[in-house]
């Protein structure tokens, strides 16, 4: 049998039906060379039986020859031959001189599967730098931040409040009233002066002054708010008053004038005389 290819697999065959053991055998010559054997004693039938194969051959044409042992049988099914150019094989079947092709592989053949990517390595790489790279930059964003609250600390800079004062009224009032809106400016609390002796502390005298809110003599007063804000003409007039009742106790004066309680000074406790 001639063909071309690099392997060859040989397939026979037992009828059913014979009552004795029949010696089954041949040597097989590929290239006029001794490539195998194969012997049996067989009573029970064959079918589909590979009973020679060579996958060592050059991928060329070939000469297959199989020779009967001397007395032996030979019942030839069918032969399978691959080659590397042309993954189909050809095989020839054969219960007297006829020949087919067939498209099915050897049994012994071994087909090369395509390699996968190694799907859970590369999950497994990239799971591992993100873990990394978040192990090296946590300690470095802690220290960075820490270290920004502490030249803020030692900046000692002042402190800017803006103070917030609610008088009670709605915007909206003032507004229909023709009240302007008062401009509050921010103001800034400094570092305190260094602390003072005991002794300095002693000489200095506690003085309160508070500025005066009355008008000189003989001066008129005009409010554009008189006669339309009464709350503001009495926070003007308490104002007022408090401003006298400061002054009178500076200089000692009682408020009996101002129809306030008079201060008097408590007697001085000493030796009773009986």
Do not use: C
Not at 216 to 232: D, K, M, Q
Not at 235 to 249: D, H, K, N
């Amino acid at each position: 049998m001639n063909f071309s290819g690099t392997a060859v697999y040989i397939f026979v065959a037992y009828p059913s039906g014979k009552q004795a053991t029949v010696p089954l055998g041949f040597v097989a010559r590929i290239d006029d060379f001794p490539s195998g054997e194969w012997t049996a004693d067989e009573l029970a039938p064959l079918n589909n039986f590979l009973a020679f194969s060579n996958n060592t051959l050059a991928n060329k044409p070939h000469t297959l020859l199989l020779q009967l042992n001397p007395g032996a049988s030979l019942y030839f099914d069918y032969a399978i031959v691959t080659s590397d150019a042309d993954p189909n094989s050809a095989s020839t079947s054969s219960s007297g001189s006829s020949t087919s092709s067939s498209g099915s592989p050897p049994p012994e053949d071994t087909l090369k599967s395509k390699k996968k990517p190694p799907v859970g390595a590369i999950v497994g790489g990239v799971v591992g730098g993100l873990l990394l790279i978040a192990l090296v930059a946590t300690p470095l964003l802690l220290r960075r931040r820490a270290m920004a609250k502490k030249r803020a600390i030692q900046s000692g800079g002042p402190f800017i409040v803006e103070p917030r004062i609610s008088i009670g009224r709605d915007k909206q009032a003032d507004k229909d009233e023709g009240v302007p809106a008062a401009t509050i400016t921010p103001f800034v609390l400094q570092s305190p002066p260094p602390a003072r002796s005991e002794a300095s502390s002693k000489k200095s005298a506690l003085s309160v002054r508070i500025p005066s809110t009355q008008p000189p003599v003989g001066a008129e007063i005009h409010s554009p708010h008189t006669a339309t804000s009464p709350v503001l003409t009495q926070m003007a007039e308490e104002m007022r008053r408090i401003t006298m009742s400061v002054q009178r106790l500076e200089s000692g004066m009682p408020e009996a004038q101002d129809g306030g309680p008079i201060l008097q000074r408590p007697p001085a406790y000493g030796n009773r005389s009986e």
